[in-house]
């Protein structure tokens, strides 16, 4: 039996989260007999990153950390870790998103907030598109306007999509650059609009098992999100179900997560995860 285990959730500190505190967060994942919980904060994103994008001002904003401060992030979960010492283990981490123009930032940022972290994870959430960086799992209308539009094939976005998380996985982040990846196939998030029958072309197979090839290699692992299963378009765990089988017949780690923006969300979908990886 393996420890129950829910590495990948947010908090009050985003600001696409929901308002409820971080500890509700917590109570409900000892409730649910969790006994080791990652948060994982959205490392904030550069200002001139968010002022380059796109997007309306609203959903810019969501994207920010609360009042910029991370630092109150970090503090509010020293002190919960400790709270909570005897009821659950809690690790303190972030989700660390790649974007290769603003490698330096990031570094810096890994650097200063690093030597806090207990564990984290490597996310891919914007690839170039029309008007510049796009994120693939905004909305289908979005998806369509700035990537199925700008790269003119479902198989062409998936293409680019996991071809920047193999950059992202090479990058140099520093000592503290985090293991784990974060829902893989996230590029799938509308596939049930934009390609219902969900096939997968052989270049994206074979661009995806060059992946896993690559974090077996690094001794990576993967986050197994379960956030897609309750996306209206998606209906799917991330990664898919075929590359979870792939990457277990390779002994690569998984672990699951929830990516809770919302105490209600905590350790949802864990039996699917259980199904497909520990099973
Ligand atoms: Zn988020
Ligand atoms: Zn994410």
Known sequence: MTMKRDGHSHSHFCM???????EAYIARAIELGFEMYTVSEHLPYPDEFLNSLAYPQDILD???IRDDDYDSYIREMQRLKNKYKDRIQLLIGAEVDYIDEYLPYTRY????YGPYFDDSLLSVHFIRGRRG???????????????????????????????TVKEALKADLGIYKP??????????KFQCRFNPDRRVGDEVKAAVMNILEYIRKKGYSL???AAGLFKEYCQEIYPAPWI??????MGIPMVYGSDAHD?????????????LVEK
């Open 16 to 22: 696409h989260a929901s308002d409820v505190e971080v």
């Open 62 to 64: 969501s994207l920010k």
């Open 109 to 112: 940022l890994l650097k200063e």
């Open 133 to 163: 960086w796009r994120a693939v799992d905004q909305d289908p209308d979005d998806f369509e306007d700035g990537l199925l539009r700008y790269y003119a094939s479902y198989e062409k976005v998936q293409l680019a999509y996991y071809r």
């Open 179 to 188: 293991k784990r990846i974060s829902h893989l196939s996230l590029c799938n």
């Open 223 to 225: 986050d197994v999100n």
């Open 244 to 249: 979870i089988q792939a990457a277990r017949g």
């Open 263 to 275: 105490a209600k969300h905590v350790g949802r979908g864990y039996e699917v995860y259980e199904l």
